[in-house]
Nanobody, 128 residues
Framework: QLQLVESGGGLVQPGGSLRLSCALS?????????IAWFRQAPGKEREGVSC????????NYVNSVKGRFTITRDNDKNTVSLQMNSLKPEDTAVYYC????????????????????WGQGTQVTVSS
């Protein structure tokens, strides 16, 4: 059973940066999982933020974070990170990492319903 644990959330001022990490365990082949970050702000539905293909060659970002967020994976350390720069108050949310199995090396999706495994989430608050 794949397990995901997020870390790195916290309180940051507008314009600041945070780096979220998702540690994965309980799997055999990390490179068969598409990994994504989702977020859910108070009173809003959960939305896909970014995802990374198993090959690492394909990424997908929601328009509101393009140019500010970067998703990367380190297969040796079994982690996927989300570097968040130029943070805005509207980025405030609980951030979740999620995973799904695929044998398509360049497949990416931000559809929540496609993801099987989820972490518990980490709070990110952007406020002065």
């Amino acid at each position: 059973q794949l397990q995901l644990v997020e870390s790195g959330g916290g309180l940051v001022q507008p314009g600041g940066s945070l780096r979220l990490s998702c540690a994965l365990s309980g799997f055999t082949f990390l490179d068969r999982y598409v990994i994504a970050w989702f977020r859910q702000a108070p009173g809003k539905e959960r939305e896909g933020v970014s995802c990374l293909s198993t090959s690492g060659d394909s990424t997908n970002y929601v328009n509101s974070v393009k140019g500010r967020f970067t998703i990367t994976r380190d297969n040796d350390k079994n982690t996927v990170s989300l570097q968040m720069n130029s943070l805005k108050p509207e980025d405030t949310a609980v951030y979740y990492c999620a995973a799904k199995v695929t044998f398509n090396a360049n497949y990416t999706t931000l559809q929540e319903s496609e993801y099987t495994y989820w972490g518990q989430g980490t709070q990110v608050t952007v406020s002065s």
